[in-house]
């Protein structure tokens, strides 16, 4: 195998690993972090933070975390809504009962270029840990 030829598999080489880093970085504008109650607590006093409950009305009526924003999962404009109402300026800290609708909803609020922090276990896990609520 001649000098050239070796030369070119490694150019190559690197070419495709820069490109699937390049894919890597950008497919991180869908992502997002779950977070503990602690560390959601924390974040939830910062200035540019926005609490956003996607749990349906009477959940959120039956308590939610003070200053939450309710806008329903389930409701068929929800992300017609967040985009009316949430700034994409602000972290929008997300939680619903038990994680899943949370999760579902950061997924598209990311796609919707929206930062997204979701809370791990939702307000389930909130109250377990004797975390404070409204009515």
């Known amino acids: 195998m001649n000098f050239n030829y070796k030369a070119k598999i490694i ?10 880093c390049l894919y890597i970085i950008g497919s991180c504008k869908n992502c997002f972090e779950t ?6 607590e924390e974040l939830i006093k910062e200035d540019k933070v926005t609490i956003l409950d996607v749990r349906t009305e009477n959940e959120f009526k039956s308590g ?4 939450a924003i309710n806008i329903d ?11 009316d109402t949430l700034d994409k300026n602000n972290t929008i800290a ?8 949370s999760k579902e ?3 598209l609020l990311t796609k919707e270029n929206f930062t997204v922090i979701n809370l791990k276990g939702g307000m389930d896990n909130w109250k377990k840990y004797n975390k404070k609520t409204v009515k």
Do not use: P, T
Request: hydrophobic share 40%; net charge positive; charged share 30%.
């Open 11 to 20: 150019s190559f080489s690197i070419l495709i690993i820069f490109l699937f």
């Open 35 to 40: 977070v503990d109650v602690k560390k959601f």
């Open 64 to 67: 939610h975390i003070e200053k």
């Open 73 to 83: 999962y389930y409701s068929e404009d929800f992300i017609k809504k967040c985009k």
């Open 94 to 101: 997300i939680y619903c009962q038990s994680g899943s609708r």
């Open 105 to 107: 909803s950061a997924k």
